[in-house]
């Protein structure tokens, strides 16, 4: 069954430290997506991909990186994390052609202490 | 200002009741779709409607694009209908497919 998958499920960082959250899809779809979902602000686009070395900047990229190497994996990456990076990320990948066909991973939760 | 506004922000229903949740966008769409989130959990697509009127057992879902609207209506509700409705916009120009969420309704029912 095609799915994606995001791992870490849970993470406990230090402020100022790296970290690296991940996502694998076997959906065969070209392009991804990270969200990042708060209370008040409902799901916000960080970083997006339309295929294997491409990665662009979505609505919030500060403070983020990603890095897509190859069509089933997509990476955010928080080089110097912080407390406001708190919260709860979702990963997605999505058909160029369907904007219907669109699937969202099971969310990591992130606590920046 | 913010492109989707979901109302209202929380609803709470009797067992059996039936509920509407409105979408309302500032902008011209490509697509617009309606995902159900449970506490805590992923998001499952429910609808994929950019205009018109679709149906999915006890759901309805209507988007009017001249008045901006899309709407989500859940009839006979029950307890497992509770949970967070989300409704999120696709803008054009962006072949990236990329979606602009609202807020969300949260749904609570009551046994």
């Known amino acids: 069954e095609a799915a994606v998958t995001q791992s870490p499920r849970n993470k406990v960082a230090v402020t100022g430290g790296k970290v690296t959250l991940?996502?694998?899809q076997t959906n065969n779809h070209n392009n991804m997506y990270w969200y990042r979902q708060d209370t008040g602000h409902g799901l916000r686009l960080i970083h997006y991909s339309y295929g294997a070395g491409s990665t662009e900047k979505g609505d919030i990229p500060d403070g983020y990186k990603a890095s897509r190497p190859s069509q089933e994996n997509f990476s955010l990456i928080l080089e110097l994390a912080t407390p406001?990076?708190?919260s709860v990320y979702f990963c997605a990948s999505g058909d160029r052609a369907a904007n219907s066909d669109y699937t969202f991973g099971s969310g990591t939760r992130l606590l920046v202490i | 200002g913010q492109q989707v506004q979901q109302s209202p922000?929380?609803?709470v229903l009797q067992e059996g009741e039936n509920a509407e949740l409105q979408c309302n966008f500032s902008t011209s769409l490509n697509s617009?779709?309606?995902?159900?989130?449970?506490?805590?959990?992923?998001l499952v697509s429910l609808f994929y409607n950019p205009s018109g009127t679709k149906h999915s057992g006890r759901l309805t879902s209507?988007?009017?694009?001249?008045?901006r609207r899309s709407s989500l209506h859940i009839s006979?509700?029950?307890t497992t209908d509770s949970g967070?409705?989300?409704?999120a916009l696709g803008l054009p120009g962006t072949g990236s497919n990329r979606l602009t969420f609202g807020k969300g309704t949260k749904f609570s029912l009551i046994p």
């Open chain 2, 76 to 78: 006979s509700s029950q």
């Open chain 2, 32 to 42: 617009m779709q309606w995902f159900y989130q449970r506490p805590g959990g992923s």
């Open chain 1, 84 to 86: 406001s990076q708190t």
């Open chain 2, 62 to 67: 209507t988007t009017v694009i001249k008045e």
């Open chain 2, 84 to 87: 967070t409705y989300l409704c």
């Open chain 1, 22 to 24: 991940s996502c694998n």
């Open chain 2, 9 to 11: 922000a929380s609803l």
